[in-house]
């Protein structure tokens, strides 16, 4: 009676694979869990071996012999591995073998083998392994973007104090060699702030004027700029379909990307090749692999068929300051720059490449409403009127928490003819206009301490809502609606920025007041 219950007992579970082998490994016994997936009938596998259930590569290394060996040693062998379906399909199992013991002898009578399927649980934990390293990939990337973004901040203070001390001094010197020596240093500064641009935008921290772009025209434009970048031996082939979408982008950061992703190609393909530069119309849903959100998308790709990358160096591709390129031959920036652009514009940066065969580079970019292309900018400020309104001495109000930015815009407000008062913070300034009525215009930073510039313009915005205010930042994430309508200098700054912007914002009390 008991036998019959366990055998009942066996027979009745359906989601293991329960059966009996001889000391040889041959199946004796054969469940309904075995049967369901696994495939075999009990005529098809009794008296067979067990070891058909493991993959060629198993068999071949002796992995069976080695588990009823190690089961009648240890009394005990257990582990995961891929089994095999009488279809020939593989499935992740997970696997136990117990031997049987003649209790008086201790001689292994056969062996009891418990196998579970466990292809889906492994497949979601490799779903949760991927979902991780993404996780993890993007915390990485945040995190080098608050680092890069604050090292950028500062590196653009201190260019903007070189620069305009540069170019001042640069009016005083006759000397052909001081005048060479200074252009030089200029020449560095200036490769400074084009470095610095790109840190800006992988950490998202750029000004963007973003606008609806038809890509197919733009890549048309540039079309001699790009061929004369990457030589003859490369030929660039394009393709965009007639009814493709326009995108939201900045079209002149837009042009810097593929400009940049034309000489990594010409880089990939010393050898010459072709470059592939297409366009094509997206429309994605939610729970798309590439998660973005769901709507349209304009997604522009750039390939080659260039030397490509392994699997180490794609991963570490979008990251700042990598580069494969020989010292002095690149800055490791152009990428993370292009992932930079794209994500602050809503989009993504998708990478495929394999060595030898070549590298693709999609750049996804939201569709702009149609709405967009018809909405009507105010007309532009003619710049006669902007030299006139500032052509008389102003008294500027100056902040700046950095003493030699401050100390620089100083300078150059100086040498334009007007009176400078400087403060080095927010609550500074406001008390400098309780006393001072004579004031003409505001210019100030925006990250300082305690107060912001942006805090600093809404507090002037609402005591002397007729004052101009000019807010000089490098950064472009303000808060929502700070410095809304506010006119925007971008750190750093040559003179001939600093008076055009001085010039608006004196147009722009004129043209409210009439």
Partial sequence: MTAERYRLLVESVTDYAIYMLDPQGMVISWNPGARRFKGYEDHEIIGQSFSRFYTEEDRASGLPERALSQAAEEGRFESEGWRVRKDGSRFWAHVVIDPILDQASGRVLGYAKITRDLTERRKIEADLDVAREALFQAQKIEMLGQLTGGVAHDFNNLLTAILGSLELVRRQIADERQLTLIDNAIRGASRGVSLTQRMLSFARKQELASQPVAIGGLVAGMNELLQGSIGPLIQIETHFPADLATATADPNQLETALLNLAVNARDAMPRGGVLHIRGSNEQIGGGHPIGLPAGGYVRLSVADNGIGMDAKT?????????????????????????????????????????????????????????????????????????????????????????????????????????????AVSGREALAILEDHGEVDLLITDHAMPQMTGAQLIAVVGERWPTLPVILATGYADLPAGAGAGVLRLSKPFWQADLEKAVAGAMARRTTAAA
């Fill in 314 to 422: 794609l991963a570490q591709a979008t990251e700042p300051f990598f580069t494969t390129k020989g010292v002095g031959k690149g800055t490791g920036l152009g990428l993370s720059m292009v992932h930079g652009m794209a994500e602050q514009l809503g989009g993504r940066l998708q990478l495929d490449s394999c060595p030898g065969q070549g590298t693709t580079v999609e750049i996804w970019l939201p569709a702009a409403a149609s709405a967009a292309m018809a909405e009507t900018a105010r007309p532009p400020v003619e710049l006669k009127t902007e030299v006139a309104a500032a052509a008389r001495p102003l008294t500027v109000l100056a902040v700046d928490d950095d003493a030699l930015v401050l100390m620089n815009t100083t300078a150059l407000l100086e040498d334009l003819g007007h009176r400078v008062i400087e």
